[in-house]
């Protein structure tokens, strides 16, 4: 296993660049989220955030620049096909299932895996069964949804459904996770739960980057924090660091 | 003559469908505009109109004249009126999607075209009077112009024209720009935002019902030719991308004058047959055309993730019981009866393919009907030996190589849907099955010469409704490996949230393909079946008008409901022979258009009716026995502050 921190190991952008008409939402950001740590993004709202976010994730093709996990090129490929190589990213505004029980969501991340259409339209279980079942119960342990597992997704509080939306990116066994706002909506309880699993899942080997607008969150889990303000990257370091600069002030004022 | 002189009589000629067309187009643009809906139902107002107008004038003996003051300046527009304060409105207040509001103009669509059978019947009446009598107006140089022509033509430019310059000059026009914008806002800056949309559906039923009255008089006037005319003429407003009128009035002009021009082309050998199909349903290509260009239009929709539409659940049971009993009792029946039920498996295969699009894919599919037609038409085919290559099947072999062969052919519709969704989608699928319909099942190079026998099965009927049953059996056990396991949950995904879906490593693309591919192998087995049951192939029978009335009566039923889709073939086919033809079109389209007060149809109904006889049994917020960790600690906390 590479060692934690290790540059280019993670998730890594170079000069992306996404416009829209004439406007670069974002303007050639370069970024590395190295596996073990925790990476944060922040921000004023309208930075281009979220538009990197989408790149990064596959849900946008970046008009320029590059995107790398573990060292190879992903930026072509589409964001389900990021997912299987272990991107997971998880919204801003939540996307569960309603149609599906808790236990059910959770399994959709569990198993994309090509194969086994046909045997699915046979009837025969698909392959890799065991190992997907035993992926979403640890999930759904680790984030307390145990409880709540038969129950249908359109049932749970908001704070509930963020963390099945974690539960569902973990199940797939991301090798890095991107999360958008993973705190909004969480009480205090669940927001330290939360805190503790990032904190594990960092120490187990993933790369983690976060958005987030909860600057004493940040400040409490990040081990580097990217600051952006109208597209471009205007800070980056460790977290301290980064968050006593000025300039960061500066910009982050209005917010 | 000369060629020039050829030319501008066709043109001319031409111009009488184009306005006609034209007009059309403006009456769907200016609805969307004041209303936000595309009005599907749009052709079955205008042959609502034209019965009346033919009704009034040639049963009652009511001048011509006041006839038509009372058709299209009252009746149609307080038909107008109607649907917005009874179906259209309720759900605009309630905030419903694209999807839910399309779903109810197709039911006013299919509505409408039932009670139109009820009252006139199927028989084609040829004497619809023409408003305005087809002299000779001017001749100059020898070309005929025709004053109906030429007060068509004038009447389109007249109300394109004041409608332009309403829209633009007046405080009305910008109150409806207001509301096009953003109808909340709108209405916070003191906007009648509900008159506008009035006004908007009143005029669109005008035009469609002047459409009517003047595309009547060219064609027999029955109850599914002329309203799959007008839908076929929203060629003209998808192409001006329900915007723009000019475009639409010059697009409907156009096509107008050029299928007129092209039956001057008349290439040799074997394209003859094809290119004669095209030149008389060149709209029909239009429609393909302009709804296969990129279009935002709909493309930002959700897809119809109807609500209510949980997997299994209680009452499920009852159903399938329900089911199975329903398809067997046939069995039993005398020879007569049996002839009738020999539709029911057959039409509930196609029922379940809109099942698999609509209800598990969340995939609007208004073209199965075209697949069910190839199934049959392939049977048909494969047992006549006009298959190059292949000698005459027995009727087996033939049926399964049909579906094999129909299989990949769902690729027409579900390519398209990689990157469509809600309305847009709905107007591709709808125009490849009236292109299939049109331009392959209608025409005399695919359907003459066909012998369909049940060759080499059981020949007899109860025989042949064995047989049904168990290919029946088969599609079902198909549909329900599409619903459980990995495949189920990862269409359910795709259906609930298809961001989140990719996200979470979900194929969309592939999924979608793979859904309007099983959709269209089941409508094909289904369509084989009704061409073995009625031994011949029966083009009419996979009109696209069909296809409206099976997509409404599944969404009606519950989309994802298996066993809500064979409920739902046996009560159509049964209601059709039992009373009179148009009452299952009836049925359908009132419920459809109360959807909107009845989330996930009738099988949501059953589900809810089921929940309340066993609440204490499911867990739920506010039981004590099932409180989430959560709710334990919220409770905890508020005793905490409690004084």
Same mark, same amino acid.
């Given at each position: 296993?590479?060692?934690?921190?290790?540059?280019?190991?993670?998730?890594?952008?170079?000069?992306?660049?996404?416009?829209?008409?004439?406007?670069?939402?974002?303007?050639?950001?370069?970024?590395?989220?190295?596996?073990?740590?925790?990476?944060?993004?922040?921000?004023?709202?309208?930075?281009?955030?979220?538009?990197?976010?989408?790149?990064?994730?596959?849900?946008?093709?970046?008009?320029?620049?590059?995107?790398?996990?573990?060292?190879?090129?992903?930026?072509?490929?589409?964001?389900?096909?990021?997912?299987?190589?272990?991107?997971?990213?998880?919204?801003?505004?939540?996307?569960?299932?309603?149609?599906?029980?808790?236990?059910?969501?959770?399994?959709?991340?569990?198993?994309?895996?090509?194969?086994?259409?046909?045997?699915?339209?046979?009837?025969?279980?698909?392959?890799?069964?065991?190992?997907?079942?035993?992926?979403?119960?640890?999930?759904?342990?680790?984030?307390?949804?145990?409880?709540?597992?038969?129950?249908?997704?359109?049932?749970?509080?908001?704070?509930?459904?963020?963390?099945?939306?974690?539960?569902?990116?973990?199940?797939?066994?991301?090798?890095?996770?991107?999360?958008?706002?993973?705190?909004?909506?969480?009480?205090?309880?669940?927001?330290?739960?939360?805190?503790?699993?990032?904190?594990?899942?960092?120490?187990?080997?993933?790369?983690?980057?976060?958005?987030?607008?909860?600057?004493?969150?940040?400040?409490?889990?990040?081990?580097?924090?990217?600051?952006?303000?109208?597209?471009?990257?205007?800070?980056?370091?460790?977290?301290?660091?980064?968050?006593?600069?000025?300039?960061?002030?500066?910009?982050?004022?209005?917010? | 003559?000369?060629?020039?002189?050829?030319?501008?009589?066709?043109?001319?000629?031409?111009?009488?469908?184009?306005?006609?067309?034209?007009?059309?187009?403006?009456?769907?643009?200016?609805?969307?505009?004041?209303?936000?809906?595309?009005?599907?139902?749009?052709?079955?107002?205008?042959?609502?109109?034209?019965?009346?107008?033919?009704?009034?004038?040639?049963? !009652?003996?009511?001048?011509?004249?006041?006839?038509?003051?009372?058709?299209?300046?009252? *009746?149609?527009?307080?038909?107008?009126?109607?649907? &917005?304060?009874?179906?259209?409105?309720?759900?605009?207040?309630?905030?419903?999607?694209?999807?839910?509001?399309?779903?109810?103009?197709?039911?006013?669509?299919?509505? @409408?075209?039932?009670?139109?059978?009820?009252?006139?019947?199927?028989?084609?009446?040829?004497?619809?009077?023409?408003?305005?009598?087809?002299?000779? @107006?001017?001749?100059?140089?020898?070309?005929?112009?025709?004053?109906?022509?030429?007060?068509?033509?004038?009447?389109?430019?007249?109300?394109?024209?004041?409608?332009?310059?309403? $829209?633009?000059?007046?405080?009305?026009?910008?109150?409806?720009?207001?509301?096009? &914008?953003?109808?909340?806002?709108?209405?916070?800056? /003191?906007?009648?935002? &509900?008159?506008?949309?009035?006004?908007?559906?009143?005029?669109?039923?005008?035009?469609?019902?002047?459409?009517?009255?003047?595309?009547?008089?060219?064609?027999?006037?029955?109850?599914?030719?002329?309203?799959?005319?007008?839908?076929?003429?929203?060629?003209?407003?998808?192409?001006?991308?329900?915007?723009?009128?000019?475009?639409?009035?010059?697009?409907?002009?156009?096509?107008?004058? *050029?299928? $007129?021009?092209?039956?001057?082309?008349?290439?040799?050998?074997?394209?003859?047959?094809?290119?004669?199909?095209?030149?008389?349903?060149?709209?029909?290509?239009?429609? %393909?055309?302009?709804?296969?260009?990129?279009?935002?239009?709909?493309?930002?929709?959700?897809?119809?993730?109807?609500?209510?539409?949980?997997?299994?659940?209680?009452?499920?049971?009852?159903?399938?019981?329900?089911?199975?009993?329903?398809?067997?009792?046939?069995?039993?029946? !005398?020879?007569?009866?049996?002839?009738?039920?020999?539709?029911?498996?057959?039409?509930?295969?196609? %029922?379940? $393919?809109?099942?698999?699009?609509?209800?598990?894919?969340?995939?609007?599919?208004?073209?199965?009907? /075209?697949?069910?037609?190839?199934?049959?038409?392939?049977?048909?085919?494969?047992?006549?030996?006009?298959?190059?290559?292949?000698?005459?099947?027995?009727?087996?072999?033939?049926?399964?190589?049909?579906?094999?062969?129909?299989?990949?052919?769902?690729?027409?519709?579900?390519?398209?849907?990689?990157?469509?969704?809600?309305?847009?989608?709905?107007?591709?699928?709808?125009?490849?099955?009236?292109?299939?319909?049109?331009?392959?099942?209608?025409?005399?190079?695919?359907?003459?010469?066909?012998?369909?026998?049940?060759?080499?099965?059981?020949?007899?009927?109860?025989?042949?409704?064995?047989?049904?049953?168990?290919? @029946?059996?088969?599609?079902?056990?198909?549909?329900?490996?599409?619903?459980?396991?990995?495949?189920?949950?990862?269409?359910?995904?795709?259906?609930?949230?298809?961001?989140?879906? $990719?996200?979470?490593?979900?194929?969309?693309?592939?999924?979608?393909?793979? #859904?309007?591919?099983?959709?269209?192998?089941?409508?094909?087995?289904?369509?084989?079946?009704?061409?073995?049951?009625?031994?011949?192939?029966?083009?009419?029978?996979?009109?696209?008008?069909?296809?409206?009335?099976?997509?409404?009566?599944?969404?009606?039923?519950?989309?994802?409901?298996?066993?809500?889709?064979?409920?739902?073939?046996?009560?159509?086919?049964?209601?059709?022979?039992?009373?009179?033809?148009? #009452?299952?079109?009836?049925?359908?389209?009132?419920?459809?258009?109360?959807?909107?007060?009845?989330?996930?149809?009738?099988?949501?109904?059953?589900?809810? *009716?089921?929940?309340?006889?066993?609440?204490?049994?499911?867990?739920?917020?506010?039981?004590? *026995?099932?409180?989430?960790?959560?709710?334990?600690?919220?409770?905890?906390?508020?005793?905490?502050?409690?004084?």
């Amino acid at each position: 296993m590479t060692a934690a921190g290790t540059p280019g190991a993670g998730l890594v952008a170079r000069g992306v660049v996404r416009r829209f008409g004439g406007i670069a939402a974002v303007d050639g950001v370069d970024l590395d989220a190295p596996i073990g740590r925790i990476t944060a993004l922040i921000g004023p709202n309208g930075a281009g955030k979220s538009t990197l976010f989408d790149c990064l994730a596959g849900a946008a093709r970046p008009d320029a620049g590059q995107v790398l996990l573990a060292g190879r090129d992903i930026t072509r490929l589409p964001d389900h096909a990021r997912a299987r190589l272990g991107l997971l990213r998880t919204f801003q505004q939540i996307a569960a299932f309603q149609g599906l029980t808790v236990a059910e969501n959770v399994r959709v991340g569990a198993e994309q895996v090509h194969r086994g259409t046909g045997r699915g339209l046979l009837g025969l279980p698909p392959p890799g069964r065991d190992t997907a079942r035993a992926a979403t119960e640890r999930a759904l342990r680790l984030l307390d949804l145990d409880a709540v597992r038969d129950w249908p997704a359109d049932r749970l509080p908001t704070g509930a459904l963020r963390l099945l939306e974690l539960a569902r990116a973990l199940a797939a066994t991301p090798r890095v996770l991107l999360l958008d706002e993973p705190a909004a909506g969480l009480d205090q309880a669940q927001t330290a739960r939360l805190g503790t699993v990032l904190r594990a899942l960092a120490a187990e080997g993933t790369a983690l980057l976060l958005v987030e607008h909860d600057v004493e969150l940040v400040a409490r889990l990040a081990d580097a924090v990217y600051v952006m303000a109208a597209g471009r990257v205007i800070a980056r370091g460790p977290t301290a660091s980064v968050l006593a600069d000025p300039r960061v002030a500066a910009a982050w004022g209005a917010t | 003559m000369g060629a020039a002189g050829l030319t501008l009589d066709l043109a001319l000629a031409g111009l009488a469908v184009g306005s006609a067309a034209a007009l059309s187009g403006v009456g769907l643009v200016v609805t969307y505009r004041a209303t936000g809906v595309l009005n599907l139902a749009q052709g079955a107002q205008a042959m609502a109109t034209a019965y009346l107008l033919r009704e009034l004038v040639v049963v !009652h003996h009511w001048p011509l004249a006041l006839a038509a003051v009372c058709c299209l300046l009252v *009746a149609a527009p307080a038909l107008g009126v109607l649907l &917005d304060l009874a179906v259209f409105r309720p759900l605009q207040r309630r905030g419903a999607g694209p999807a839910e509001t399309m779903v109810a103009g197709i039911g006013v669509f299919v509505l @409408l075209i039932g009670a139109a059978v009820l009252i006139w019947g199927t028989a084609p009446y040829g004497d619809a009077p023409p408003l305005v009598e087809g002299t000779a @107006l001017a001749q100059p140089g020898g070309h005929v112009l025709r004053l109906d022509t030429a007060v068509q033509l004038a009447t389109v430019l007249v109300l394109a024209t004041t409608v332009g310059l309403v $829209s633009r000059y007046t405080r009305f026009g910008v109150r409806l720009r207001a509301v096009v &914008d953003n109808r909340a806002l709108a209405q916070l800056a /003191g906007v009648d935002a &509900d008159r506008i949309s009035s006004a908007g559906w009143a005029f669109g039923s005008f035009t469609a019902g002047l459409v009517g009255v003047l595309l009547a008089p060219f064609l027999l006037l029955d109850p599914y030719g002329l309203p799959l005319l007008v839908m076929e003429t929203m060629a003209v407003a998808v192409a001006a991308r329900l915007r723009s009128l000019p475009v639409a009035v010059v697009t409907g002009l156009a096509l107008g004058v *050029a299928q $007129s021009e092209l039956t001057r082309l008349r290439p040799a050998g074997q394209l003859l047959p094809l290119a004669q199909a095209v030149q008389t349903n060149l709209f029909v290509v239009a429609l %393909l055309v302009a709804a296969l260009l990129p279009w935002s239009g709909g493309s930002d929709d959700t897809g119809l993730a109807l609500p209510g539409g949980g997997r299994g659940g209680r009452g499920a049971t009852a159903a399938r019981t329900a089911c199975t009993v329903l398809v067997l009792l046939p069995l039993g029946f !005398h020879a007569d009866d049996l002839r009738h039920a020999l539709l029911v498996p057959a039409l509930a295969l196609v %029922l379940l $393919s809109v099942v698999v699009v609509t209800g598990y894919g969340g995939q609007v599919s208004l073209g199965q009907a /075209g697949y069910a037609g190839l199934g049959a038409l392939g049977t048909a085919l494969l047992m006549s030996g006009k298959v190059p290559g292949l000698p005459a099947l027995p009727a087996v072999p033939a049926l399964l190589l049909a579906v094999a062969v129909t299989v990949p052919l769902g690729l027409l519709t579900g390519w398209p849907a990689i990157r469509r969704r809600g309305l847009a989608l709905a107007l591709v699928t709808f125009a490849v099955g009236t292109a299939l319909s049109r331009l392959v099942f209608d025409q005399p190079y695919a359907t003459t010469g066909l012998t369909v026998s049940r060759d080499g099965m059981p020949t007899g009927d109860r025989g042949f409704y064995t047989v049904e049953l168990v290919l @029946l059996g088969v599609g079902l056990l198909v549909v329900r490996n599409l619903h459980r396991g990995r495949l189920g949950r990862a269409l359910t995904a795709m259906r609930d949230h298809q961001a989140g879906a $990719s996200a979470a490593g979900v194929d969309v693309p592939r999924l979608k393909l793979l #859904v309007f591919m099983a959709g269209a192998g089941l409508a094909a087995l289904g369509g084989g079946l009704m061409a073995l049951g009625g031994q011949a192939f029966d083009p009419t029978a996979f009109d696209p008008v069909q296809g409206l009335l099976w997509f409404a009566t599944v969404v009606v039923a519950g989309a994802d409901s298996a066993a809500g889709a064979v409920l739902a073939a046996a009560l159509l086919v049964g209601l059709d022979a039992g009373t009179a033809a148009g #009452v299952s079109a009836v049925v359908v389209g009132a419920l459809a258009t109360v959807l909107g007060r009845m989330p996930g149809g009738l099988a949501g109904l059953a589900r809810r *009716a089921a929940d309340r006889a066993t609440v204490p049994a499911r867990p739920g917020p506010g039981q004590e *026995a099932a409180l989430t960790p959560l709710g334990r600690r919220l409770r905890e906390r508020i005793a905490e502050r409690a004084p």
